[in-house]
C-alpha cells in the first residue's frame, strides 16, 4: 500500500516518546509499504536525521509552520470559541495554510491508499 503519515515534526533524532513511537512505526509499516511523510520543516534538521529518512521514507515533504502567539486578548477569544466549537486546541496551534495546500496537492496529484 501507499501509506501518507502527516505529522507536526520530524520524527528524528529519537530524543522524545512522540519521535519514537512515529519512528518506530514508520519503520515497521516500511517493511511491507511504500511510506512517505508530510511534516513541519524544521531549520535544524540535520543531514544524519535526512540519511535515515530516506531509508524508510518513499518521500519526505515540508511544509512552513504558521507561527500563532496566544498573547493577545483577541486571540485568547478566538481559542476558546474554537474550543466551544469543537475545535481541537492541536488543530487550533497547529494549523497552517501552507501544509494545507501542500497536503491538498499531495492527494490531487499522488493515490494513497492510507492516510
Same mark, same amino acid.
Request: aromatic fraction near 12%; proline fraction near 3%; hydrophobic fraction near 40%.
Given at each position: 500500500? +501507499?501509506?501518507?503519515?502527516? /505529522? ?7 530524543? $522524545?516518546?512522540? *519521535?519514537?513511537? &512515529? %519512528?518506530?512505526?514508520? +519503520? @515497521?509499516? @516500511? ?7 508530510? &511534516?513541519?520543516?524544521?531549520? /535544524?534538521?540535520?543531514?544524519? @536525521?535526512? !540519511? @535515515?529518512?530516506? *531509508?524508510?521514507?518513499?518521500?519526505? %515533504?515540508?511544509?512552513?509552520?504558521? =507561527? *500563532? $502567539?496566544?498573547? =493577545?486578548? $483577541?486571540? =485568547?477569544? *478566538? ?9 481541537? %486546541? ?5 494549523? $497552517?495554510?501552507?501544509?494545507?495546500? =501542500?497536503?491538498?496537492?499531495?492527494? !490531487?496529484?499522488?493515490?494513497? /491508499?492510507?492516510?
Amino acid at each position: 500500500m +501507499k501509506i501518507l503519515i502527516l /505529522d507536526y515534526e520530524i520524527p528524528y533524532p529519537l530524543n $522524545s516518546g512522540h *519521535k519514537m513511537r &512515529t %519512528w518506530h512505526f514508520i +519503520k @515497521a509499516l @516500511a517493511c511491507e509499504h511504500e511510506v512517505s511523510l508530510l &511534516t513541519y520543516h524544521k531549520t /535544524d534538521i540535520t543531514d544524519d @536525521a535526512l !540519511k @535515515a529518512l530516506e *531509508k524508510y521514507l518513499r518521500n519526505v %515533504w515540508f511544509a512552513e509552520k504558521t =507561527r *500563532k $502567539s496566544a498573547g =493577545r486578548f $483577541s486571540q =485568547r477569544l *478566538k481559542r476558546i470559541n474554537n474550543l466551544i466549537n469543537g475545535i481541537p %486546541w492541536e488543530i487550533d496551534t497547529t494549523y $497552517s495554510e501552507e501544509f494545507h495546500h =501542500r497536503f491538498l496537492e499531495l492527494l !490531487k496529484n499522488n493515490h494513497f /491508499d492510507v492516510i
